[in-house]
């Protein structure tokens, strides 16, 4: 599939938390002259908090709302955009996402993402109590998938910057 016909030339990088979306997201940007904007920073910045506070004060819903609606307000022309893991939960930030720009989901195996991400609450990723990585995953895919232009898939075992980077510029067609 090749970019979407649209007059924003965005590319919006979607995946699991640790699958990868603001390491390729920097370099993609350099080599594609494109500007980069990480959606989780804009968060941040527009809150004051780190995501792991608005999770604990908010809740995985109150979290999800805000992102929501945050995201469906970015507004920016040829950049880059590494997206939080959630960002699929909000349903009109994605339908913002899909008129500004081609969505690329970096899909990644489980046993990768086990090695990489560590503590679940120390990094930001929104889930209820007691739910593992496998079962955040299995809630995500589906959506991931729904809403990808492209879907890359990462090799099994070590995280190659270079393959998965030549990988999105081939189904880009850059």
Known sequence: MKLSENTRNNLILIGMPAS?????GVILAK?????????????????????RE??????????????????????????????????????SAMEHFSKIGTIVYLRVDIDSLTRR?????????????????????KKREPLYEKYADIIVDEPSGWFSVDNILNAVLNNIGS
């Open 117 to 137: 991400i560590g503590d679940l609450d120390k990094r930001g990723v929104v889930h209820l109590p007691g739910e593992t990585l496998l079962d955040i995953m």
């Open 20 to 24: 990868g979306k603001s390491t390729i």
């Open 54 to 91: 608005l999770i604990s004060d908010n809740g995985p819903d109150g979290f999800s709302e805000i992102e929501n609606r945050i995201n469906s307000q970015i507004d920016c022309d040829n950049t880059v955009i590494a997206t939080g893991g959630s960002a699929i939960f909000g349903e």
């Open 31 to 51: 080599v594609t002259n494109r500007n980069f904007m990480d959606s989780d920073i804009v968060i941040q910045d527009t809150t004051g908090k780190l995501l």
